[in-house]
């Protein structure tokens, strides 16, 4: 079958945007979960400019508009967040790294005093929705810049994997990479146990995604990294004990002249039939220009698999700070047909700013082809069932950082899955 055969048998798709909120004062994450456990899905949202996180849930009785509640305040500069039950009482917490460089750091100088993290206590479903979430320590990491909790060593109890984006002995320099495990008493512990996990392979963190079905034969947890080494999967192995890194591909060179960045800003895995790790779909160099992605060249296992990268696309130019408007990336199966696409999100500004959507035509030959699906700014984007319609919708919030990048009227926004529905 030609790859023009294949392109009339796909069923374009279509999502019908909904406003969560808008004139966002800050924006930089999101994150959707179901607070209280009632079936209906909350949004977190926060930004960098502000100490200030916030639920977004329509209450019953009234299912038209958004309501902000406060959930967290005095948590300065929070930057990646994560969530899981860690009280164990069914309730699904959240982890917060925030403080990124220190009261007296920069970007270039971070302060060994900062990169906290933070766990915030899900009040549950006996308390009001304006109530305050208490907040417990987890230990300090300087230029912590994404967290993931899960098991990535063993299933008993679980860790948190902190990732700085930046050295304290330089931009550049390489990383402590560390995980925290979750202690006997999570509610009065003064920290948790810590160790570095690698401080000799990483440099520059932006992008980390967790994943829980890509080690063989395994029920760990393990993350696709997107740094200056371009995109490395890192896992433990269980059987020998050890950490690994299987790089992916290198990434972006040709701009570092003009840049000074090279390697991945964000990247995700994507599924075709059966096989779980069929590419790698990633924005390419730190808040770069180019969706590129890796296909497998020839198979002996993923371990010893041959990459082979395709450029898609080149956004825009790099603005007087090297830097340009691709920042988030996710796959996942929006057309329920067994593949996964895959979705980039642009910051800005205008014409670069939206949503484009990815769809494999020949993976063997990284053949897609994409869609235009949102035009808000975007600094993440998340997946799931947002709206009990059995297929998977996707949610963004804009890109607004005081001083650095500001997205006009940054906004929250729910994409309703129509994909097969008729309209």
């Known amino acids: 079958m030609s790859n023009g055969e294949k392109l009339s048998q796909f069923t374009p798709p279509a999502f019908r945007p909904e406003i969560i909120a808008e004139h966002l004062r800050s924006a930089y994450w999101i994150e959707a979960m179901d607070l209280d456990q009632d079936g209906r899905i ?3 949202g926060h930004g960098m400019s502000l100490d200030e996180i916030y639920s977004f849930r329509k209450e019953r009785g009234d299912e038209t508009i958004w309501r902000k509640h406060l959930v967290a305040s005095g948590v300065n500069m929070p930057v990646g967040m994560d969530q899981a039950d860690i009280t164990g009482n069914g309730y699904p917490d959240l982890i917060v790294c925030y403080d990124l460089y220190g009261e007296a750091g920069t970007f270039k100088d971070p302060s060994p005093d900062g990169g906290k993290i933070d766990w915030l206590e899900n009040p549950g479903a006996t308390s009001s929705s304006a109530a305050r979430w208490n907040r417990h320590y987890i230990g300090q990491v300087p230029a912590a810049h994404r967290v993931k909790i899960g098991h990535f060593t063993q299933t008993e109890r679980l860790e948190v994997l902190c990732f700085p984006i930046v050295s304290c002995s330089g931009t550049h320099g390489v990383l402590d990479i560390t995980l925290f495990t979750q202690p006997d008493d999570v509610y009065n512990a003064e920290s948790w146990p810590s160790t570095v996990i690698d401080n000799s392979y990483f440099r520059f963190v932006h992008g980390v995604e967790k994943h829980s079905d890509l080690i063989p034969g395994s029920n760990l947890d393990s993350v696709i990294v997107s740094s200056d080494e371009g995109v490395t999967w890192l896992f433990y192995n269980e059987w020998e004990k050890i950490w690994r890194k299987v790089p992916i591909g290198s990434g972006e060179f040709s701009q570092i002249d003009r840049t000074h960045f090279k390697g991945t800003g964000d990247a995700d ?4 039939g059966g096989d779980r790790f069929a590419y790698v779909a990633a924005i390419e160099p730190f808040h770069g220009n180019t969706v590129a992605v890796y296909v497998k060249d020839g198979s002996a296992g993923t371990g010893q698999t041959r990459w082979q990268r395709h450029v898609l696309d080149i956004y825009s130019e790099p603005n007087s700070l090297g830097e340009s408007p691709g920042h988030s990336v996710l796959c996942a199966d929006f057309d329920g047909d067994g593949d996964d696409e895959f979705l980039v999100g642009l910051r800005g500004p205008h014409p670069w700013q939206g949503v484009l959507y990815y769809k494999a035509v020949d993976i063997a030959k990284g053949a897609f082809t994409k869609w235009k699906v949102g035009t808000e700014s975007v600094a993440r984007i998340i997946a799931g069932d947002f709206s009990g319609s059995g297929r998977i919708d996707f949610a963004t919030i804009g890109y607004s950082i005081k001083n ?16 097969g529905e008729d309209r």
């Open 42 to 44: 909350e949004f977190i």
């Open 269 to 272: 895995v994507g599924r075709i």
């Open 404 to 419: 650095y990048y500001e997205a006009p009227n940054p906004k929250i926004v729910l994409y309703h899955n129509l994909i």
